[in-house]
Protein backbone atom coordinates (compact mmCIF):
# COMPACT_ATOMS: atom_id res chain seq x y z
CA UNK A 1 0.00 0.00 0.00
CA UNK A 2 1.23 3.46 -0.81
CA UNK A 3 0.48 6.31 1.61
CA UNK A 4 -2.32 8.93 0.43
CA UNK A 5 -1.06 11.96 -0.62
CA UNK A 6 -2.93 15.23 1.19
CA UNK A 7 -4.77 17.38 -1.04
CA UNK A 8 -3.46 21.12 -2.64
CA UNK A 9 -4.40 24.76 -0.37
CA UNK A 10 -6.86 26.07 -2.65
CA UNK A 11 -7.12 29.09 -0.67
CA UNK A 12 -4.38 31.47 -2.28
CA UNK A 13 -2.20 34.20 -0.94
CA UNK A 14 -3.18 37.44 -2.97
CA UNK A 15 -0.53 37.68 -6.19
CA UNK A 16 1.41 40.27 -5.51
CA UNK A 17 2.38 41.41 -9.26
CA UNK A 18 0.70 42.47 -12.38
CA UNK A 19 0.96 38.90 -14.27
CA UNK A 20 1.27 39.76 -18.26
CA UNK A 21 -0.93 38.32 -20.67
CA UNK A 22 -0.18 34.84 -21.96
CA UNK A 23 1.63 33.30 -18.87
CA UNK A 24 2.16 30.02 -18.50
CA UNK A 25 2.49 27.29 -15.79
CA UNK A 26 4.94 25.19 -17.12
CA UNK A 27 4.91 22.08 -14.39
CA UNK A 28 1.56 20.67 -13.40
CA UNK A 29 -0.01 17.17 -13.21
CA UNK A 30 -3.06 15.77 -14.12
CA UNK A 31 -4.60 12.45 -12.27
CA UNK A 32 -7.97 10.89 -13.00
CA UNK A 33 -10.88 9.70 -13.32
CA UNK A 34 -9.17 6.85 -12.42
CA UNK A 35 -12.23 4.36 -13.79
CA UNK A 36 -10.56 5.35 -17.16
CA UNK A 37 -7.21 6.15 -16.56
CA UNK A 38 -5.61 3.95 -13.11
CA UNK A 39 -2.46 4.58 -11.42
CA UNK A 40 0.66 2.24 -11.79
CA UNK A 41 -0.17 -0.55 -9.18
CA UNK A 42 3.48 -0.20 -8.20
CA UNK A 43 3.74 3.33 -7.26
CA UNK A 44 5.55 5.60 -4.71
CA UNK A 45 2.19 7.83 -3.62
CA UNK A 46 -0.97 8.01 -4.38
CA UNK A 47 -2.73 11.27 -5.19
CA UNK A 48 -6.47 12.40 -5.93
CA UNK A 49 -8.22 12.77 -8.74
CA UNK A 50 -7.32 16.25 -10.35
CA UNK A 51 -9.40 15.93 -13.42
CA UNK A 52 -8.31 18.78 -16.38
CA UNK A 53 -11.08 21.92 -15.13
CA UNK A 54 -9.12 21.19 -11.64
CA UNK A 55 -6.28 22.94 -13.57
CA UNK A 56 -8.11 25.21 -15.25
CA UNK A 57 -9.82 26.78 -11.92
CA UNK A 58 -6.21 27.23 -10.40
CA UNK A 59 -5.21 28.84 -13.46
CA UNK A 60 -7.59 31.12 -13.22
CA UNK A 61 -6.57 31.98 -9.75
CA UNK A 62 -3.36 33.26 -10.39
CA UNK A 63 -3.94 34.88 -13.49
CA UNK A 64 -2.25 32.98 -16.00
CA UNK A 65 -3.82 31.51 -19.25
CA UNK A 66 -1.35 28.87 -20.18
CA UNK A 67 -0.38 25.66 -18.50
CA UNK A 68 1.88 22.82 -19.49
CA UNK A 69 0.59 18.66 -18.20
CA UNK A 70 3.32 16.56 -17.20
CA UNK A 71 2.60 13.25 -16.59
CA UNK A 72 3.75 11.90 -13.34
CA UNK A 73 5.36 8.88 -12.09
CA UNK A 74 2.89 6.96 -10.35
CA UNK A 75 0.98 7.41 -14.03
CA UNK A 76 3.52 5.22 -15.64
CA UNK A 77 2.99 5.03 -19.39
CA UNK A 78 -0.97 6.04 -19.26
CA UNK A 79 -0.55 9.22 -20.42
CA UNK A 80 -4.61 9.03 -21.02
CA UNK A 81 -4.85 11.87 -18.29
CA UNK A 82 -3.04 14.45 -19.93
CA UNK A 83 -4.41 13.67 -23.21
CA UNK A 84 -7.73 14.21 -21.94
CA UNK A 85 -7.23 17.66 -20.78
CA UNK A 86 -5.46 18.80 -24.12
CA UNK A 87 -8.08 17.93 -26.05
CA UNK A 88 -10.06 19.65 -23.62
CA UNK A 89 -8.21 22.97 -23.60
CA UNK A 90 -6.61 22.94 -26.64
CA UNK A 91 -5.61 26.66 -26.62
CA UNK A 92 -4.50 26.94 -23.20
CA UNK A 93 -2.40 23.70 -22.73
CA UNK A 94 0.64 21.73 -23.96
CA UNK A 95 2.18 18.31 -22.62
CA UNK A 96 4.90 16.66 -21.72
CA UNK A 97 4.15 12.53 -21.68
CA UNK A 98 6.36 9.48 -20.86
CA UNK A 99 7.11 7.38 -23.34
CA UNK A 100 6.78 3.81 -23.73
CA UNK A 101 9.92 2.87 -25.53
CA UNK A 102 7.58 0.80 -28.58
CA UNK A 103 5.46 4.15 -28.88
CA UNK A 104 4.67 3.87 -32.83
CA UNK A 105 5.43 6.97 -35.06
CA UNK A 106 1.08 7.16 -35.79
CA UNK A 107 1.01 7.43 -31.97
CA UNK A 108 3.84 9.94 -31.72
CA UNK A 109 1.80 12.02 -34.35
CA UNK A 110 -1.31 11.88 -32.59
CA UNK A 111 0.32 13.45 -29.09
CA UNK A 112 2.06 16.12 -31.12
CA UNK A 113 -1.50 17.11 -33.02
CA UNK A 114 -3.02 17.31 -29.59
CA UNK A 115 -0.15 19.37 -28.10
CA UNK A 116 2.23 17.31 -26.63
CA UNK A 117 5.69 19.07 -26.98
CA UNK A 118 7.81 16.84 -25.01
CA UNK A 119 8.95 13.52 -22.90
CA UNK A 120 10.01 13.22 -19.33
CA UNK A 121 12.94 10.86 -18.48
CA UNK A 122 13.27 10.17 -14.86
CA UNK A 123 16.74 10.39 -13.96
CA UNK A 124 16.55 11.52 -10.26
CA UNK A 125 18.92 9.63 -7.89
CA UNK A 126 19.94 10.63 -4.58
CA UNK A 127 22.80 9.51 -2.93
CA UNK A 128 22.62 7.09 -4.95
CA UNK A 129 19.11 5.91 -4.52
CA UNK A 130 16.03 6.25 -7.00
CA UNK A 131 13.61 8.75 -5.55
CA UNK A 132 10.34 7.65 -7.31
CA UNK A 133 9.05 3.91 -8.83
CA UNK A 134 8.13 4.06 -12.45
CA UNK A 135 8.88 7.00 -15.23
CA UNK A 136 11.47 6.40 -17.91
CA UNK A 137 15.01 5.99 -18.41
CA UNK A 138 18.39 6.60 -20.41
CA UNK A 139 17.39 3.85 -22.62
CA UNK A 140 13.96 5.01 -23.42
CA UNK A 141 15.20 8.92 -24.58
CA UNK A 142 18.42 7.43 -26.31
CA UNK A 143 16.17 5.48 -28.09
CA UNK A 144 13.09 7.76 -28.88
CA UNK A 145 15.49 10.51 -29.46
CA UNK A 146 15.43 10.71 -33.19
CA UNK A 147 11.68 10.63 -33.24
CA UNK A 148 11.34 13.72 -30.67
CA UNK A 149 14.14 15.64 -33.03
CA UNK A 150 11.76 14.75 -36.17
CA UNK A 151 8.76 16.44 -33.96
CA UNK A 152 10.80 19.12 -32.75
CA UNK A 153 10.17 17.47 -29.01
CA UNK A 154 12.15 18.08 -25.94
CA UNK A 155 13.40 15.74 -23.45
CA UNK A 156 12.40 17.13 -20.08
CA UNK A 157 15.12 15.35 -17.12
CA UNK A 158 14.42 14.44 -14.00
CA UNK A 159 17.81 14.74 -12.29
CA UNK A 160 19.41 15.49 -9.47
CA UNK A 161 21.80 18.73 -10.06
CA UNK A 162 24.70 16.51 -8.74
CA UNK A 163 24.57 13.91 -11.27
CA UNK A 164 24.88 15.99 -14.40
CA UNK A 165 28.21 16.30 -15.16
CA UNK A 166 28.03 12.70 -15.24
CA UNK A 167 24.55 12.49 -17.06
CA UNK A 168 25.78 15.13 -19.64
CA UNK A 169 27.97 13.22 -22.50
CA UNK A 170 25.02 11.05 -22.57
CA UNK A 171 22.30 13.89 -22.78
CA UNK A 172 24.38 16.66 -25.06
CA UNK A 173 24.66 13.88 -27.63
CA UNK A 174 20.90 13.34 -28.55
CA UNK A 175 21.03 16.82 -30.40
CA UNK A 176 17.56 17.60 -28.80
CA UNK A 177 16.86 20.56 -26.55
CA UNK A 178 17.33 18.98 -22.42
CA UNK A 179 15.28 21.07 -19.95
CA UNK A 180 16.23 20.09 -16.57
CA UNK A 181 12.99 19.83 -13.47
CA UNK A 182 12.89 21.71 -10.66
CA UNK A 183 16.22 23.88 -10.41
CA UNK A 184 18.03 20.14 -10.65
CA UNK A 185 15.87 18.79 -7.26
CA UNK A 186 19.04 19.86 -5.46
CA UNK A 187 18.13 20.94 -1.82
CA UNK A 188 19.75 24.18 -0.92
CA UNK A 189 21.75 23.00 1.98
CA UNK A 190 24.37 21.45 -0.40
CA UNK A 191 25.27 24.93 -1.37
CA UNK A 192 25.60 27.01 -4.35
CA UNK A 193 28.91 26.04 -5.24
CA UNK A 194 27.78 22.49 -5.59
CA UNK A 195 29.58 21.34 -8.61
CA UNK A 196 26.20 19.98 -10.28
CA UNK A 197 24.62 22.87 -9.29
CA UNK A 198 27.45 25.38 -11.07
CA UNK A 199 26.96 22.78 -14.36
CA UNK A 200 23.32 23.46 -14.63
CA UNK A 201 24.46 26.85 -14.67
CA UNK A 202 26.97 26.38 -17.13
CA UNK A 203 24.33 24.40 -19.15
CA UNK A 204 21.85 27.23 -19.61
CA UNK A 205 24.63 30.03 -20.25
CA UNK A 206 26.25 27.92 -22.91
CA UNK A 207 22.25 27.64 -24.34
CA UNK A 208 22.25 23.82 -24.66
CA UNK A 209 20.23 23.58 -21.99
CA UNK A 210 16.96 24.94 -20.20
CA UNK A 211 15.83 24.84 -16.59
CA UNK A 212 12.54 25.17 -14.60
CA UNK A 213 12.75 27.43 -11.60
CA UNK A 214 10.06 25.22 -10.21
CA UNK A 215 10.16 23.08 -7.00
CA UNK A 216 10.91 25.71 -4.43
CA UNK A 217 9.01 23.83 -1.84
CA UNK A 218 10.81 20.69 -2.84
CA UNK A 219 14.44 22.03 -1.77
CA UNK A 220 14.25 24.88 0.24
CA UNK A 221 12.63 26.09 3.73
CA UNK A 222 8.93 27.20 4.19
CA UNK A 223 9.47 28.37 7.71
CA UNK A 224 11.62 31.24 6.04
CA UNK A 225 9.36 31.61 3.36
CA UNK A 226 12.15 30.32 0.66
CA UNK A 227 14.51 32.54 1.41
CA UNK A 228 17.56 29.94 0.80
CA UNK A 229 16.02 29.54 -2.80
CA UNK A 230 16.49 32.72 -4.01
CA UNK A 231 20.59 32.61 -4.99
CA UNK A 232 19.68 29.64 -6.88
CA UNK A 233 16.93 30.89 -8.55
CA UNK A 234 19.02 33.81 -9.56
CA UNK A 235 21.92 32.38 -10.20
CA UNK A 236 19.73 30.40 -12.78
CA UNK A 237 18.24 33.36 -14.64
CA UNK A 238 21.72 35.27 -14.61
CA UNK A 239 23.21 32.15 -16.92
CA UNK A 240 20.34 32.87 -19.31
CA UNK A 241 16.81 34.04 -18.97
CA UNK A 242 16.23 33.51 -21.85
CA UNK A 243 16.36 29.55 -21.20
CA UNK A 244 14.38 29.89 -17.83
CA UNK A 245 10.81 28.70 -17.43
CA UNK A 246 8.66 28.64 -14.59
CA UNK A 247 5.69 26.13 -12.82
CA UNK A 248 4.05 25.73 -9.78
CA UNK A 249 4.06 22.02 -10.03
CA UNK A 250 0.41 21.94 -8.82
CA UNK A 251 -1.46 19.91 -7.07
CA UNK A 252 1.48 18.96 -5.07
CA UNK A 253 1.81 15.78 -4.92
CA UNK A 254 3.78 13.25 -2.20
CA UNK A 255 2.85 15.51 0.45
CA UNK A 256 1.50 14.32 3.95
CA UNK A 257 2.10 16.94 6.51
CA UNK A 258 -0.44 19.73 6.05
CA UNK A 259 2.71 22.36 7.05
CA UNK A 260 4.64 21.56 4.07
CA UNK A 261 1.76 22.13 1.54
CA UNK A 262 2.64 25.03 -0.62
CA UNK A 263 0.67 27.85 -1.12
CA UNK A 264 0.40 28.35 -5.07
CA UNK A 265 -0.03 32.26 -4.40
CA UNK A 266 3.06 32.63 -2.56
CA UNK A 267 5.01 30.65 -5.12
CA UNK A 268 3.97 33.08 -7.65
CA UNK A 269 5.19 35.77 -5.77
CA UNK A 270 8.55 34.32 -5.27
CA UNK A 271 8.91 35.61 -9.11
CA UNK A 272 8.69 39.23 -7.99
CA UNK A 273 11.52 38.28 -5.81
CA UNK A 274 13.66 37.05 -8.06
CA UNK A 275 12.39 39.06 -11.09
CA UNK A 276 13.13 42.72 -11.24
CA UNK A 277 11.91 43.95 -14.33
CA UNK A 278 8.96 43.88 -16.31
CA UNK A 279 10.74 42.73 -19.49
CA UNK A 280 12.62 39.79 -17.64
CA UNK A 281 9.22 38.48 -16.36
CA UNK A 282 7.63 38.81 -19.93
CA UNK A 283 10.40 36.43 -21.00
CA UNK A 284 10.45 33.68 -18.02
CA UNK A 285 6.21 33.83 -17.98
CA UNK A 286 5.01 34.29 -21.89
CA UNK A 287 7.91 34.17 -24.26
CA UNK A 288 9.98 31.24 -23.09
CA UNK A 289 6.97 28.48 -22.35
CA UNK A 290 5.66 30.26 -25.92
CA UNK A 291 8.95 29.25 -27.74
CA UNK A 292 9.76 25.12 -25.88
CA UNK A 293 5.76 24.53 -25.94
CA UNK A 294 4.92 25.93 -29.53
CA UNK A 295 2.66 28.17 -28.05
CA UNK A 296 0.91 30.82 -30.81
CA UNK A 297 2.10 34.05 -30.42
CA UNK A 298 -0.20 36.12 -27.67
Known amino acids: MTRACLPPITDYTKVNF???????????????????????????????EFLADRFIEHLDKIGFSRGVVVTASVCGTNNGSL???????????RGVVV???????????????????GARFNLLRIDGQAMYRNGVGLEVLEKLAPKFAER??????????????????????????LVVDHMGRMN?????????FQFLCKLLAEGVGWVKISGADRIGDVSNSYDDVDP??????????????????????????????????????????????SNTMERVLV????????????
Open 232 to 277: FANALLQANPDNVVWGTDWPHINYFDPALIPDDGRLVNLLSRWIGD
Open 83 to 93: LDALSQYPDRL
Open 152 to 177: GWHAQIWAHAPDLPELAPKLLKLGIP
Open 18 to 48: LVPKGACDSHVHVFGPFSKYPLAEDRSYTPQ
Open 99 to 117: PDINVSDQELDRWHDLGVR
Open 287 to 298: TNPMRLYDFPKV
Open 188 to 196: TSRGLNNPG
